[in-house]
């Protein structure tokens, strides 16, 4: 069936460092590929998004790069800080018709002070 | 607008019992999503709504469930009877058609003994 998944369940960084999130996903016909954070007792909350024709796209201290050739997306933060720790997820959605979320698995991210 | 609300935050039931879980979405957003959240199986999709028309409901995991969007402005999920292995967080998102950014609401945590 479709997925998509994600490569570490968690991942470990120094307050000030760069993180990078990575996702794999295994339908070629998603039009948009998004992230999502999750801070603990909350609902996710959209990050940025990339469309399928793109390769890279950027937002505040966060970009996120898409290689169609592997099925691979990662999420960059910049100067990670405390605020940054939480779940994060990928997800693929399909707005040809109707949308439709479909989430991986997630990756917790702790920032180390 | 205070964002996608759900109520009850919390629900602890017994075994058995009728569980109906309430969602509001955004005012003006014609897409609404219902996730249950597990550690085990991660963000799942169980229904989408557009227009208050029920479009995929292939995720509900068995009859058991139901969902009902009777106006633009509220949802309900049900489940009867409810079972130990429904214990999950469910949260309810909006979007307008089309659109990348789902917004979620806060979740309601269920526990079913």
């Given at each position: 069936g479709e997925s998509v998944g994600l490569h570490l369940p968690t991942l470990s960084v120094q307050e000030g460092d760069n993180s990078i999130i990575n996702c794999a996903y295994s339908n070629s016909a998603s039009d948009y590929f998004i992230w999502y954070k999750q801070e603990s007792g909350k609902g996710p909350q959209f990050i940025i998004d990339i469309r399928s024709n793109m390769d890279k796209r950027q937002g505040q201290r966060v970009t996120v790069l898409l290689n169609k050739t592997v099925k691979h997306l990662s999420l960059q933060i910049a100067a990670t800080q405390p605020g940054d720790s939480a779940v994060y997820f990928c997800a693929e959605n399909r707005a040809t018709n109707f949308n439709k979320f479909y989430f991986g698995s997630g990756t917790k991210l702790n920032v180390k002070p | 607008d205070a964002g996608v609300i759900q109520s009850p935050r919390h629900e602890v039931t017994e075994m058995g019992q009728e569980v109906t879980l309430r969602c509001k979405p955004i005012s003006g957003h014609n897409s609404l999503f219902w996730y249950r959240q597990t550690m085990m199986r991660g963000l799942e999709l169980l229904i989408y709504f557009n227009n208050n028309v029920?479009?995929?409901?292939?995720?509900?995991?068995?009859?058991r469930f139901s969902a009902k969007m009777p106006n633009a402005s509220f949802s309900t999920l049900k489940i009867q009877p409810s079972e130990p292995r429904d214990s999950a967080v469910y949260f309810c998102a909006s979007s307008l058609q089309g659109a990348t950014e789902a917004f979620f609401g806060q979740g309601t945590r269920l526990t079913v003994v």
């Open positions: - | 029920p479009i995929d409901d292939s995720g509900m995991p068995e009859d």
